[in-house]
């Protein structure tokens, strides 16, 4: 997986904000968000971003695992990230 061509990410305060340069829409993400999304955005897969969530945050796995999915979910359906 990896960010679709004509999308930004720009860190924020907050998280990070995701700018589909096409359509002109934008996505606010939260911490975990970004942690997600930039491991996908270095061409990493759902596994990394897990561990990265892991490593960064006082998760269980199975509610990182289950957060990465439906936000890796969102993101193909919205067309912001490619499979």
């Known amino acids: ?3 679709r061509r004509g999308v930004a990410i720009t860190a924020t305060e907050y998280g990070a904000v995701l700018l589909d340069e096409r ?3 934008y ?5 975990c968000g970004a942690v997600v999304v ?3 955005a270095e ?4 596994r990394a971003a897990v561990e990265r969530l892991l490593e ?4 269980e ?8 999915e439906e936000l890796t979910r969102r993101l193909v359906e919205a067309e912001i990230v490619t499979p």
Do not use: I
């Open 1 to 3: 997986m990896k960010l």
């Open 23 to 25: 359509s002109g829409t």
């Open 27 to 31: 996505w606010q993400l939260n911490e």
């Open 38 to 40: 930039n491991a996908l």
């Open 43 to 46: 061409g990493r897969g759902r």
């Open 56 to 59: 960064e945050f006082d998760v």
């Open 61 to 68: 796995r199975a509610e990182a695992e289950a957060d990465v």
